[in-house]
DNA sequence: CTATCGTTTGGACGAGTGCCCAAGGCGATC
DNA sequence: GATCGCCTTGGGCACTCGTCCAAACGATAG
C-alpha cells in the first residue's frame, strides 16, 4: 500500500486548507487564486486540483471548517457560565479578543458573503448558525430569559456586527457589555 | 464652452457609479472589473479609467456615497419617532425591509471588507459610520437613555449584524424589535 | 526485477485582468 | 470656416486567472 504517499497526501490538504484560512481574510474570498493558496501552502499550483473538485471547493471547506470551531468556542462559554449576564461578559470578553481586522473576524464576514452566490456553501453556512443559534437559546430558555430564541438570533447577530464595525472604528467592550445587559434582563439570576 | 460634452460626461459617471452599485453586491468587491461595469453602464471600457483614476477608486466613491444615502434614511426615522422603542420599532421595520440578500445589504458589508485592505477607503467609511453613531447617541442622550453613546454604537452593530444574519437563514423582525425593546430601557418614555 | 498505486510536477490552454493611449468626434468659441 | 477643449472609442500591453493533463516520482506488492 502507499501508506506514507497517502498520508503526505493527507498533509498537503491540510496545508492548502490552512493557507486558505490565511489567505481570504488578507486578500478577499474572489481574490484567492489557486497559485497563491498552493504558494502559500508550500505545494505545487496543480495540487490544489487533485485534492479538491475546485477552487471554490477548497475555499467553503476551509471556512465551513474555521467557522465550526468559532461556534465551538462559543459552546465552551455555555458550559462555564452561571447566569445570562456572565454569559454576556464572557462573549463580550471574547469578542474583545478581535480587533476587527484579524484574520478570523474577517473569515466569517467573507464567508458570509460567499454564501450569497454558492448555495452549496450557504447550505453548509446556515447549519453552523442554526446550531449556534440552537444552543445559546436553549441555554437562555432554561435560565427563565424571555424571547430566548429570539435573544440567542440578536445575540449572534451583535458579535458578528460588534466584529464588522469594529474593523474600521473603536468600539470598546465595556460599553457593549454593559448595553447587552439589558437584553437578557428579565431572567432568573439578574 | 463644452456645454454639452460636459453635461454628458457627468451622465457617464453616474452610470459608471449605478453599475458599480448593482455589481459589488452581485460579483463581489474584488470580482468586479473594468469592462463588466462599463458593459453594465453601456459605455465604453476605457472610460473607466478616463472618469475616474483607478476602478477601486470608482468602487469606492459608488460605495461611500450609497452607504452615506443609507444612513441619511435612518436620520429621518430619527426625526419622525418620539420615544426610544418607537424608533427601534421603526429601524426594525426598515430592517425588515432588506432579506439580506438585497443589493443594498451586500453592498455595505462588502464595503466594510474592502476598506480593511484600502486606507483612504477605510477613512471615508469611518466618517459615515461615526456620523450615524452620533446622531443616534445624541438622540438617545436627549431621552434619558442610559450609557447613549454604547446604546447606539451597539444598534448600529445590530443593524448590520442582523443584516448578515438575515442573509443566510431567517430572522423574524418582530422578535428583533421585541429584543431590541429591552436595550433601550432606562429612557423616560418606555 | 517489473507492475501498480496514489501523489506530484510544471507547463499548456483560452479567457479575462487593470491600465494606457493614439486617434477621432463634436459642440462652443473666435 | 477654423480652432479649441472635453469626451469617447477601441485596441494594445503585459500580465494573471481556473482548469486540465501527460509525464515523472517513490514506495509497496507480486
Redesign the pocket.
Known sequence: ??????S?????RQRLLQAARELVPERGWTA?????VADRAG?????????FA???ALLAEAAVGALGEMVDGVGALLQQARTPVELVDAIAAEVDRYTGTDPASLLAVETYLAATRDPDLRERLTGVLDDFRGQVGAWLRERGVPDPDATAAVLAAVIDGVLLHRALTPLPAAGVAGVLHRIVEGGDSR
Open positions: 500500500m502507499t501508506e506514507t504517499a497517502a503526505r497526501g493527507r498533509v498537503v484567492v487564486s489557486t497559485r497563491t505545494v505545487a499550483p496543480g495540487l490544489v486540483h487533485y485534492h475546485s477552487l471554490q
